[in-house]
């Protein structure tokens, strides 16, 4: 246990919906960073936050956007969803921002998109 | 950005060493590698990294080569709970205290009995 929670665990849902995916890091951590993996696909940066701002942004589309909240949870919101975005989402939390510290990954959310 | 290759699968008798190779043959200076292992859909599993000199944990060691062009993780006695993706990552510092981080498609590694 990575002490990184993520709900929900399974989401179906249909084309053109919207969804928000949900992030609890780790106590203590500052950084969360979302991440994306298509089927036998590797994880597809999304975008880091730390301590409520925008920290980078990798391959994320414009239909996704995400915050983190004042308690440093993080959502990410999907909308006008396509099938193409079915994916595994997973969340990371890292004490910082910084490249001494290794990133704690949460068990992910699997996305169907019908 | 330094991107990695890793070849797409290996098998690795039980309790032998598995050793994962990797080449980053663009890292530049303020690059590090990073290993993580990612267990049948699991959230990846941190592992080790490093920057110019080897490195060991009670996980793995990690041993990169002087012009820092590739690296080798090495699970000294892999055991069927090792079969996993293993993932060589760059992970780039860039001014502000943030990083980029690059998965690629990683090393299944099968543990055989």
């Known amino acids: 246990d990575s002490g990184v929670t993520q709900t929900p665990k399974h989401l179906i849902t249909a084309t053109g919906q919207r969804v928000t995916l949900r992030c609890s890091p780790r106590s203590g951590d500052l950084s969360v960073y979302w991440y994306q993996q298509s089927l036998d696909q590797g994880l597809q940066f999304l975008i880091q936050y730390y301590n409520g701002e925008e920290r980078a942004k990798g391959n994320i589309l414009e239909r996704f956007s995400a915050q983190q909240f004042p308690d440093l949870h993080s959502e990410l919101n999907l909308s006008s969803l396509e099938l193409g975005d079915s994916a595994l989402y997973f969340c990371?939390?890292?004490?910082?921002?910084?490249?001494?510290?290794?990133?704690?990954f949460g068990p992910g959310t699997r996305l169907t998109v019908l | 950005d330094a991107k990695t290759t890793q070849p797409p699968s290996m098998d690795c008798a039980e309790g032998r060493a598995a050793n994962l190779p990797c080449n980053h043959s663009?890292?530049?200076?303020?690059?590090?590698v990073y290993w993580y292992r990612q267990i049948h859909s699991q959230g990846p599993q941190y592992i080790i990294h490093g920057l110019k000199n080897n490195e060991t944990n009670e996980m793995a060691s990690l041993i990169i080569t002087e012009d820092r062009k590739s690296s080798t993780l090495i699970l000294p006695h892999a055991t069927l709970r090792d079969t996993a993706v293993y993932y060589c990552i760059v992970r780039v510092d860039y001014p502000g205290g943030y990083q980029k981080v690059t998965f690629g498609t990683g090393t299944k590694l099968q543990v055989i009995p």
């Open positions: 990371a939390s890292s004490v910082d921002g910084n490249s001494y510290n290794e990133q704690f």
């Open positions: 663009t890292i530049s200076g303020n690059e590090y």
